[in-house]
């Protein structure tokens, strides 16, 4: 660990207290309030790369959430009468809190996580703080219609807030899509109650505590809980939540679709997993860009991204070629501690995760495929203490395998010969999900017919993974319902009023 980024660790630990929430086990955000308490369901934060317990939290109860719903509700009814430029600057001040606090609650997520510091540091935190700056233009500018109706009537539309909006974030971008969720909703005049992963809770929780001690929101309009499966079944059935925006599984996602229905039918937005198809056809227009594009869009952040390309489809003429390249490019990743300067990759989120990457592994070994790169533990110098798994390759993949089939969120990767464009189409869509997908070619015609083929929600010609705030971000199938990003994502955090006047 270089001694800069030692000092912003420990500065860190020593801003938010980490020994106190060691000590005084934190429950709920509340009206700009901790509530603390020792009895409960106690969560331990962990540091995937040591294994060192680096913070202690009691879950909270349908209780702490019924509260918190309560003052979600009860700051609403004047949350959403705030003037919209008022708002706006509001959205703004969260956007610099967040920059000013950038290498802080970088190394939170980094300790939390495992990712790699400069992950945290260069890709997560800039986006996190500029969603705000995005939406803060967006809010009045958003506009209705009006409707060429019969005459003698003038038909209007009005875009109105939901209400309370239950957030649920996942472990792997932790703070990241918590703002890509806390932003739009914000910005249209809802309030939130945010409940964060029970495994990566930190960063979120700092970022809040920083956001209410800035004194920039009314209290009530920013709230959060902690805690698993029970806290999350608490937000999802509660009567008094208009919305659940929810990133993590499909399997998690179905059981909150059935939890809205039994409650309220309340509104869902849900993205949910992938497997996602890349596409290299013989006329692949730079090769070699294709190559590691295609290695960094599959192993940056440790494999643990909903959208990564974990199944690789090369054209016959390029497939040796290809798969030799990604060989050398694997086999030379540095698995390491978040804050080593030499370190490629971090270690996997925590032990349950783990085990799944490894349960995979040892699927594919068995079916006997082409074991090009890794398929196993990295245990080099000190990372036997973390939970580092080294870059995964299996080539020569039956499509129907499991590997091939089914999310393994994690650094390994299939790959598959093919033949023609027909073949490979079908057998990119042959999947429950449809979250993205991507090719490469050199033929402008094949590039619009094979992206109108391909039944994902995302598709990348020539470079995959081209991400905006301008842009919708979502799939179809089983990756989820909705979109995050761009105007589409106002559209989900707002009703739809149609007024109907007598001239």
């Avoid at 649920?168 to 703070?175: K, Q, S, Y």
């Avoid at 650094?411 to 093919?418: D, E, G, I, R």
């Amino acid at each position: 660990m270089t001694s800069a980024i030692q000092d912003k660790v420990l500065s860190t630990a020593q801003k938010v207290k980490v020994d106190l929430w060691l000590q005084t086990p934190k429950t709920a955000l509340i009206n700009g309030q901790w509530s603390t308490r020792v009895d409960g369901i106690a969560t331990e934060a962990k540091d995937p790369a040591t294994g060192r317990v680096i913070g202690r939290f009691v879950d909270s109860t349908a209780g702490d959430v019924d509260t918190a719903v309560k003052a979600a509700r009860h700051a609403f009814s004047s949350w959403k009468k705030v003037p919209r430029r008022e708002r706006a600057s509001m959205l703004n001040k969260i956007a610099n809190v967040i920059r000013e606090h950038s290498a802080e609650l970088a190394t939170l997520e980094a300790l939390n996580n495992g990712k790699l510091y400069r992950e945290a540091y260069v890709d997560d935190l800039p986006e996190s703080a500029d969603v705000f700056d995005y939406y803060a233009g967006w809010v009045d500018k958003f506009y209705a219609e009006n409707c060429p109706v019969d005459e003698g009537f003038l038909n209007y539309t009005r875009h109105e807030p939901l209400g309370v909006c239950g957030l649920i974030v996942p472990w792997n971008f932790p703070l990241l899509l918590a703002m890509w969720k806390i932003a739009p909703a914000l910005a249209m005049g809802n309030t939130v109650v945010v409940k964060p992963s029970e495994y990566t809770s930190m960063s979120l929780i700092r970022a809040v505590e920083l956001i209410i001690e800035a004194d920039i929101l009314p209290q009530g309009v920013l709230n959060l809980v902690l805690g698993g499966a029970e806290a999350g079944r608490a937000l999802c059935e509660h009567p008094g939540v208009d919305k659940i925006s929810f990133t993590g599984s499909t399997q998690t996602g179905k059981r909150i679709v059935q939890s809205a229905g039994v409650s309220n039918l309340k509104l869902l937005g849900l993205e949910l997993g992938g497997k996602s198809a890349n596409i290299v056809f013989d006329d692949v227009p730079d090769l070699q860009f294709a190559i590691a594009r295609s290695f960094q869009a599959m192993f940056s952040h440790k494999g643990e991204k909903c959208s990564e390309p974990t199944r690789l489809f090369v054209q016959k003429k390029h497939y040796e070629t290809f798969v030799s390249a990604l060989k050398d490019l694997a086999d030379k990743v540095i698995c390491g501690n978040q804050f080593d300067e030499r370190a490629e990759q971090g270690a996997q989120c925590h032990q349950a995760h783990f085990d799944k990457i490894m349960h995979y592994i040892d699927l594919g070994n068995k079916a006997g495929f082409r074991l090009v790169a890794g398929g196993k533990q990295d245990v080099a110098g000190t990372n036997s203490e973390g939970l580092f798994v080294r870059p995964t390759i299996f080539a020569d993949v039956d499509n129907n395998h499991a590997i091939a089939k089914e999310e393994i969120f994690g650094p390994v990767l299939v790959v598959t010969p093919f033949s023609t464009e027909e073949e490979v189409i079908a057998m990119a869509n042959d999947t429950i999900y449809g979250l993205a997908a991507g090719f490469w070619t050199s033929d402008v015609s094949r590039a619009h017919r094979v992206a109108a083929e391909l039944d994902a929600g995302m598709v990348f010609i020539n470079r995959y993974g081209c991400y905006d705030f301008a842009s919708p971000f979502g799939g179809s199938k089983q990756s989820g319902w909705g979109k995050e990003m761009a105007v589409h994502s106002l559209h989900s955090y707002t009703k739809l009023k149609s007024v109907w006047v007598k001239i």
